[in-house]
């Protein structure tokens, strides 16, 4: 019968408490004395003395080693930094306060205003390769929505869509359904 105790093979004859053949290799843990001292660990295990890096939550590109060597860019980064902030912020405030149609609309003023500050739009009309249900996932709407809401907007002659371009009609329309403020990175989010 195996020994229970053998972590060598529980199938062995004999157990390395009675001298097995693995004996050495896998000392019993039932023959361990209370003296004996745990195996060295691995250097790469042990605790450095000096540690050279601390974990931070702040910015990498605030510290002021790090500014000093390039102000401009750590000044860049931060300012990237903030304008994301504000804009997350605007997104789950709207998501809270704003009704289907209110998101819509403020979902594609958004993306004009962002496209056209990268030079990839411009006031009216902008690319927008998106997929009503990619639109809803963002919106935190049902697809069904999305379209209904699409369609209210083509009615009313606020916007229009064509193969993957969206133009937008009477965009001051639009500003005061959604209540659309740009993010100007100031760190204050529009809407709040």
Not at 27 to 37: L, V
Not at 110 to 125: C, I, M, T, V
Request: aromatic letters at 4%.
């Amino acid at each position: 019968m195996p020994d229970p105790c053998c972590p060598v093979e529980p199938a062995a004859s004999a157990c390395c408490r009675t001298g097995g053949a693995r004996s050495s290799d896998f000392p019993c843990p039932a023959n361990r004395s209370a003296s004996a001292t745990a195996p060295p660990r691995p250097p790469w295990t042990q605790p450095s003395r000096s540690p050279r890096w601390k974990p931070s939550t702040r910015s990498p590109w605030s510290r002021p080693s790090r500014a000093g060597r390039a102000p401009g860019l750590a000044r860049a980064f931060r300012k990237a930094q903030a304008l994301e902030q504000a804009l997350l912020l605007d997104h789950v405030v709207r998501l809270g306060r704003q009704t289907a149609y209110e998101r819509v609309a403020h979902f594609l003023l958004e993306l004009q205003h962002r496209l056209h500050l990268s030079a990839l739009g411009d006031q009216q009309r902008f690319a927008l390769p998106l997929t009503q249900e990619i639109m809803a996932d963002v919106l935190g709407l049902s697809i069904v929505h999305v379209n209904r809401t699409l369609q209210q907007l083509r009615r009313e002659q606020l916007i229009e869509l064509r193969s993957g371009v969206a133009i937008l009609l009477q965009r001051d329309t639009l500003v005061g359904i959604a209540g659309f403020k740009p993010a100007d990175g100031s760190g204050a989010a529009a809407n709040a």
